[in-house]
Nanobody, 123 residues
Framework: QVQLVESGGGLVQAGESLRLSCVVS????????MGWYHQAPGNQRILVAR???????SYADSVKGRLTISRDNAKNSVYLQVNSLKPEDTGVYYC?????????????????WGQGTQVTVST
């Protein structure tokens, strides 16, 4: 069973920085793309950053310059550095990962989600 666990959220003041982490565990063959999503209170979950298996990042226009996504394939982990936090960054941050499994002889690729980590930015 594959599990994604986020960490690193918390209560911070505007202008500060946070580094969110997401670790993938369980039985699988490899991890393709990984991403971070933000769900502000009362809003839909939106993609803010994603990264390919060979670490090519892409970002939502609204957060370019403040966010940096990275991954460590040896640790099955993806990270999100968020700088210059704003009150509108408040919400739950979720990671997802495209998990590939061919240990059974059949190729399978499924998208898994973590349960999220809460970030609250105060003024």
């Amino acid at each position: 069973q594959v599990q994604l666990v986020e960490s690193g959220g918390g209560l911070v003041q505007a202008g500060e920085s946070l580094r969110l982490s997401c670790v993938v565990s369980g039985s699988f063959s490899s991890i393709n793309g990984m991403g971070w999503y933000h769900q502000a209170p009362g809003n839909q979950r939106i993609l803010v950053a994603r990264i390919t298996r060979d670490s090519k990042p892409s970002y939502a226009d609204s957060v370019k310059g403040r966010l940096t996504i990275s991954r460590d394939n040896a640790k099955n982990s993806v990270y999100l550095q968020v700088n210059s936090l704003k009150p509108e960054d408040t919400g739950v941050y979720y990671c997802n990962a495209q998990i590939v499994d061919y240990t059974t002889g059949a190729y399978r690729s499924n998208l898994y989600w973590g349960q999220g980590t809460q970030v609250t930015v105060s003024t």
